[in-house]
């Protein structure tokens, strides 16, 4: 989630501060200044069984949970109100007999009272009526009185379902006031032309029990976001006639829900890469916007093999749409529909300064982009405007109704590209966001350079020229710097959990500084080569499953070749800087040579480019494994008749130091 700006780097929400586990402990102990065996000592990660490997794949009797939803519900919009049944038949695959079922009930987090009411965390939209109501719940067809502590619900069964493959369904009726425009992740904002409703932890959802954890029951406190198991949906939603509905996967009754002009236009957007309106800014509030304007319209939706739903609708939604091809790893190809739906406030009247009407385009490029690294594997990739400033879930997401150009292109990318992290490899976000939001920004910085550098956005400057500011932003060290001394006492480890990280550090710890470090392992330390295949191939082992932070670097290490454990201890468990300097340049036996001293506490390979009197430059690296034996190293390049004039360390600016001005010298 973020509205974020990736050229500005300007990120919002908050991040993670304990260990778990499944997760390596921090084992270095105290710096040893003349040998850095700190840095350098193994990780203790979590011990390998039969269901995490020591290479990062899954092991062999890897097991988890299944979730099958049933789910009708009906809007009412004069008592601002969802009412409905969930029916959810829970496969468990454990090799353990669960006597019950924990729920999460995210909307109690607006009831009076909640945990994440209260201190910095306290939310405007708290008020008397909100939260779940829940009704006779049945398990097993027997009725239970399920046990309600906070965001949290645990259903007791009467007889405790099967290890190895058991089934139980269970009924739960309820219904829940929805929340205002001030809050962040769903809710409803009044429009011109009828309010828009953003639906989104709308249903009690059943907990994930794995491996690691067991029955992961964090309460929901507002700033660490979901961990949900896989299933297959389908979900009807009634509302007023008037209203139009997008919804995470397809609709199976096209037929009843659009009218036929609006089933031509689908049916032309599908086979389109260019917009092509489905619902007209002029038909809006018109007969040409339903096939009824009386009564109700129940929408029914279908998505396979993902970990939630969520929807929107609008009797004032435009509704944009195109197709994007993509080529899956069997050889087929999958047309998936891009939709926007949005409100007429989201129309920009300034052409250089583009609105919603260019969604659907930013969307198709998101969806293409983000597909190099694992092919979009579902039928649609939806972009809804609401007030939340950015929101992902499976296919859809909502973002700023008032973002506009490249703000818009940024928040659009970024929230379809958790489809990739953390809808497709499915990680724990309440504890480990860095894994979905750090990830999907890495992602962000390429698909930004493609669209922007390849000739789609003329509006740009740098537009064609391969000079995009994304790219060069973001891997210079000096917006890492500006960050890092902005955080100060504030900064945090990467691995902290997200409600326990100062908002004003929530940006940088989760989004900015893992990708930061995920680009630092890509161009300085692994190569692009060997990261990318490590990096995909990651993806590709936990698709759809559940990783934990040490069965990604595991992988990273089992394809790369490498031992990374100075990485990860230094990235990901600490809050040191990096201060490396050109100690001086100097001529001995034919050669140029440069003297490097590392002033901090990080270390990482780097580059030293000497120039010479004939205006000719020659590079040298220094591995990681110079910094083995101490602080100091020195590289050389033969001088070949030349006269050395001068050299720079880090000569393209990728590496995050601190003092900049130490690194050069003249002779």
Do not use: C
């Not at 586990?21 to 200044?33: I, N, V």
């Not at 008020?127 to 309600?148: D, E, K, L, N, S």
């Not at 998101?366 to 499976?394: D, K, T």
């Not at 890492?480 to 550090?505: E, K, L, S």
Request: overall charge negative; hydrophobic content about 40%; aromatic content about 10%.
């Amino acid at each position: 989630m973020t509205r974020l700006l990736l050229t500005a780097l300007a990120v919002v929400l908050a991040a993670p501060a304990a260990f778990a586990q499944g997760t390596p402990a921090r084992t270095a102990p105290a710096r040893l200044a003349a040998t850095n065996d700190s840095i350098f000592a193994p990780l203790q990660l979590p011990t390998p069984n039969a269901q995490r490997s020591a290479d990062g794949r899954p092991g062999p009797d890897y097991w988890q949970n299944r979730n099958d939803y049933r789910i009708e519900a009906r809007l009412d919009t004069l008592a601002h109100e969802v009412t409905g049944t969930v029916r959810l038949t829970y496969t468990n695959n454990s090799p353990e007999a669960l006597p019950f079922l924990w729920f999460h009930l995210e909307q109690n987090l607006f009831a009076p009272g909640s945990r994440g009411s209260t201190g910095r965390r306290a939310s405007p939209t708290v008020q008397p009526g909100q939260g779940f109501r829940i009704g006779a719940v049945t398990a097993g067809g027997q009725a239970v009185t399920p046990v309600i502590t906070d965001t949290r619900m645990r259903v007791d069964l009467t007889t405790p379902v099967a290890a190895n493959g058991g089934t139980v369904e269970v009924t739960i009726p309820y219904a829940f006031l929805v929340p205002g425009d001030q809050t962040p992740r769903m809710g409803r904002m009044e429009a011109r032309q009828g309010t828009v409703y953003a639906l989104a932890q709308w249903y009690p959802r059943v907990a994930v029990y794995d491996d690691v954890q067991g029955w992961n029951t964090m309460p929901y406190l507002g700033s660490g976001e979901f961990y949900l198991g896989y299933g297959d949906f389908e979900f009807d939603v009634t509302v007023p006639a008037t209203m139009q509905v997008v919804g995470t996967g397809v609709v199976l009754n096209p037929d009843e829900v659009y009218t036929r002009t609006q089933r031509e236009r689908i049916q032309r957007a599908s086979a389109s890469t260019s917009r092509v309106r489905i619902v007209e800014p002029t038909e809006v509030g018109t007969a040409a916007a339903s096939p009824s304007r009386t009564g109700t319209t129940t929408w029914r939706f279908r998505a396979e093999n993902v970990r939630d739903v969520a929807w929107g609708a609008s009797a004032g939604f435009i509704l944009d749409g195109a197709t994007a091809a993509v080529r899956q790893d069997d050889g087929t190809t999958n047309e998936v529909l891009i939709l926007s739906a949005y409100p007429a406030e989201g129309v920009s009247a300034d052409a250089a300064n583009p609105g919603w009407e260019e969604a659907t385009r930013y969307g198709r490029a998101a969806i293409l982009n983000n597909s190099r690294w694992y092919p979009y594997p579902y039928p649609v990739a939806i972009s809804v405007a609401s007030h939340i400033g950015g929101m992902e879930y499976p296919m859809l997401h909502f973002s700023d109704v008032t973002s506009r150009h490249t703000d818009l292109f940024g928040v659009v990318d970024h929230e379809l590209g958790h489809n990739w992290f953390p809808m497709i490899v499915g990680n724990d976000e309440r504890r480990y966001a860095w894994m979905d939001e750090g990830f999907n920004t890495f992602l962000n910085t390429f698909s930004q350079v493609t669209f922007y550098d390849e000739g789609t956005d003329p509006s740009l400057p740098g537009y064609g020229t391969g000079a995009s500011s994304g790219y060069t932003a973001f891997t210079a060290g000096d917006p890492f710097v500006a960050y890092a001394t902005r955080m100060g006492a504030n900064d945090r480890p990467i691995m902290t959990y997200p409600d326990r990280v100062p908002g004003q550090a929530g940006g940088y710890v989760l989004y900015f500084k893992p990708a930061a470090g995920l680009r630092i392992l890509r161009d300085e330390v692994l190569g692009a080569e060997r990261f990318d295949d490590a990096f995909m191939t990651y993806i590709r082992r936990w698709a759809f499953k559940h990783p934990q932070p040490a069965d990604f670097m595991r992988t990273m290490e089992d394809v790369s070749g490498e031992d990374l454990d100075w990485f990860w201890r230094e990235w990901l468990y600490g809050t040191d800087t990096f201060d490396a300097a050109l100690a001086g340049v100097s001529t001995i036996d034919g050669q140029a040579v440069a003297a490097i001293r590392n002033n901090a506490e990080l270390v990482f390979p780097a580059t030293v480019e000497f120039t010479f009197a004939d205006g000719t430059t020659e590079r040298a690296s220094i591995p990681v494994e110079a910094w083995m034996s101490g602080d100091e190293a020195a590289v050389r390049v033969p001088l070949n008749g030349r006269t050395v004039r001068s050299a720079r360390l880090d000569p393209d600016g990728r590496l995050p130091d601190t003092d900049r001005s130490n690194d050069s010298a003249t002779l």
